[in-house]
Nanobody, 118 residues
């Protein structure tokens, strides 16, 4: 069963930055499109952005475009999310998984909490 361990979250002021990491295991990471998702209190989980298996192509939700950047290191089975110019509405638990709109694996990690507040 695929495993995901998200880390790097925390409390940050509006306008600040954070870098999240997603360590993946128990599947062939390098052949899968990978994505970041987030779930805010009282809301459904939403797709933040995706990166192709080779890292050549990325796609982002309109709400984060120009502020967030996804990257990956296939040698380390790890994906990253660089978040800049953070806004209070970015507050959520952030998760990673393979796939994009259609999630590949039913298993999820514990997520990492991002709180943007002054």
């Amino acid at each position: 069963q695929a495993q995901f361990v998200e880390s790097g979250g925390g409390l940050v002021q509006p306008g600040g930055s954070l870098r999240l990491s997603c360590a993946a295991s128990r599947f062939m990471f390098r052949v899968h499109t990978m994505s970041w998702y987030r779930q805010a209190p009282g809301k459904e989980r939403e797709l933040v952005g995706s990166i192709s298996s080779t890292g050549d192509t990325t796609n982002y939700a309109d709400s984060v475009k120009g502020r967030f950047t996804i990257s990956r290191d296939n040698a380390k089975n790890t994906m990253y999310l660089q978040m800049n110019s953070l806004k209070p509405e970015d507050t959520a638990v952030y998760y990673c998984n393979a796939g994009a709109v259609v999630v590949t694996f039913s298993s999820w990690g514990q997520g990492t909490q991002v709180t943007v507040s002054s």
